[in-house]
């Protein structure tokens, strides 16, 4: 099952998820679907309703934990609702850009790889980054935000160029000309 929007918003309110963070998962499902159609309409193949569904939820595990961690817990409880693979791996997949199978144990994760890679999980990880709570900003505050955590800020560059190579334009002038006054 692929949630619609009334099945996403069911889905929060069900797990209790705060309101600032059902507002960030809007904001990201906006940019999301932009991204999305533009992708779509340069002949590119993508499940919009998936990346609507995966954008909506990403966040889910947020009901639970505030740490890394809650990537694979809100995909564990889509899994656990029956929705589909395709929305679970882009919730799985969307912490930081991406977690490498070697990484995952050091952090707690279940085994895995937690690299975004197909399409679907490139468009909401990336429109994620363009968001800090429900405002578009460039993306070098995303940038320095890794710096000072000490992330792999080469696996986020790479992630940006992904979506450049597939959008064919670059992704941040793209989001920001679009989401400059997101309200
Ligand atoms: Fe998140």
């Known amino acids: ?80 609702e029956g929705v589909d693979a395709v929305v679970v791996e882009i919730v799985r997949r969307h912490v930081g850009a991406g977690i490498s199978a070697e990484e995952a144990p050091s952090l707690g994760f279940p085994e895995g790889d937690y690299v975004p890679r197909t399409m679907e999980q490139v468009v909401v990880c990336f429109a994620d980054k363009m968001i800090s709570s429900d405002r578009a900003r460039p993306f070098d505050e995303e940038v320095k935000r890794f710096e000072r955590k000490g992330h792999d800020v080469e696996r986020l560059l790479g992630l940006r160029r992904r979506m450049g190579e597939e959008l064919g334009e670059d992704p941040e002038r793209f989001t920001l000309e679009r989401f400059s006054r997101l309200d």
């Open 1 to 80: 099952m692929i949630p619609d929007e009334t099945g996403a918003t069911a889905l929060h309110a069900k797990y209790g998820s705060p309101d600032r963070i059902i507002q960030h998962c809007r904001a990201v499902a906006r940019v999301s679907m932009v991204l999305s159609d533009a992708l779509a309409a340069r002949g590119k193949s993508i499940d919009s309703k998936a990346v609507l569904a995966g954008a909506l939820l990403h966040d889910i595990g947020r009901s639970r934990t505030n740490e890394v961690g809650h990537g694979w817990v809100g995909a564990k409880i889509l899994e656990e």
